[in-house]
Each structure stands twice: as structure tokens, then as C-alpha cells.
């Protein structure tokens, strides 16, 4: 099931990619690229599950229980859920998306909180139960993956992530740990433009 499963997501995050890069898809904001993922893991996985005899279903902001993390503590809920389940048997994927600024609004603010962000979706991942887990993040502005080595929180291609990072804002400190050792990896970073760029890091 955990291979059906990881078919499923691959394929979809590609068609997901492709209508990103082919402006079939609206990246004004970060609800509208979860909402659309969503759709291609029910247009890749229904036919599927149904040919393995599973039963498929993709869920929105699923409640995935107490989390204790940097800016979650108590239910946490997921950006998208996809279950397969045979009888009994159930494997889980949850997938958790960020969309950081456009080049164009962006701000030295937003960028460093954009950052802190994708480390902070690793934190609350990591305590999820869940079979399959992802970070899946896509952006127009190369200083996300072609960061300076100073930057705050940096998330370049790659960088490994901290263990333990502190941020401090508006007097209020937060920290994030994670658990895993993971490794920045930016997907098919463009030569020209239109300029598009996609994370997608399998969380332990």
C-alpha cells in the first residue's frame, strides 16, 4: 500500500508542477496551490485505489491531534491528508505546503519568516502519524533556493537544516527542533525565465 501510495503523490506533485509552470494554475496565494495538488491526487489516485481494490480519499485541514511544537501546541491540522484503506488497513501520506512570497511583494521580513515557516512544517511533520509525510513548498523568488550563506534560517539548495533553531519576533521567542537530519533540495531550478521553484522533502 505504501508503494501504491508514494505512486500516487509522485505523480500528481508532477502534473501539479507542470500546470504550475505552464500557468494553468494561479500561485497568487498559498490556499489556491494546496487546493490544486489536492485535485491531481484525486485525479492520479482514484483510478488506482479503485484497480487495487483500495478504498481513496484526500482530505483538507485534517485534524491530526495534540501536537507540541514552535507555533503549534495543542490539535494540529494538516494542509492535505491522503489515506488509502483495504478492510482494516490504512496508510497515511500528510502533506504539509508553504508558499513564500512573490518576488514582487516580498520583503526582508517576509522572507525571513517564510523560511521559519518551512522549518517549523518539518517540526509539527515529524510528530504526525502518518506513513508517508512531505514539506512541499513552491516559490518565483530564487533567493529562497540561492540564499546567502548569512541568511537567517536558510533553507538553499543544499543546506542542511538545524537541529534547533530560535526566532525571536516582536519580542516573543520561538524555537523549532527537528528530530531528522534532512538535506535542502530545490526541484528542476530554471535557467531562464519564467523563473519557478519547488521543494519537496520527505520528512521521517
Not at 501510495?5 to 498559498?30: C, F, M, S
Not at 495538488?37 to 485534517?62: C, N, R, S, T
Request: charged fraction near 30%; charge should be positive.
Amino acid at each position: 500500500m505504501k508503494k501504491t501510495l508514494q505512486t500516487i503523490i509522485d505523480n500528481a506533485y508532477r502534473q501539479w508542477q507542470e500546470g504550475i509552470v505552464k500557468n494553468h494554475i494561479p500561485t497568487t496565494n498559498e490556499r489556491t496551490i494546496q487546493v490544486y495538488l489536492a485535485y491531481y491526487l484525486l485525479q492520479y489516485g482514484k483510478p488506482i485505489a479503485e484497480k487495487a481494490g483500495y478504498d481513496f480519499q484526500v482530505l483538507l485541514e485534517k485534524d491530526m491531534g495534540e501536537i507540541n511544537a514552535c507555533k503549534i501546541k495543542g490539535h494540529a491540522r494538516c494542509d492535505i491528508v491522503v489515506d488509502l484503506i483495504d478492510g482494516k488497513r490504512k496508510c497515511r501520506a500528510a502533506i504539509e505546503m508553504k508558499r513564500p512570497e512573490m518576488k514582487k511583494n516580498a520583503k526582508n521580513a517576509a522572507t525571513t519568516d517564510a523560511r521559519f515557516a518551512v522549518l517549523c512544517d518539518i517540526e509539527v511533520l515529524e510528530q504526525y502519524k502518518a506513513d508517508l509525510k512531505y514539506e512541499i513548498a513552491y516559490t518565483d523568488y530564487h533567493v529562497f533556493p540561492h540564499s546567502r550563506e548569512d541568511v537567517k534560517f536558510n533553507i538553499s539548495q543544499g543546506k542542511e537544516f538545524p537541529k534547533e533553531k530560535e526566532y525571536i519576533k516582536k519580542g516573543k521567542t520561538c524555537t523549532v527542533n527537528i528530530e531528522g537530519k534532512y538535506v535542502s533540495k530545490w526541484d528542476e531550478l530554471p535557467t531562464s525565465d519564467p523563473q519557478h521553484y519547488f521543494f519537496k522533502l520527505n520528512v521521517k
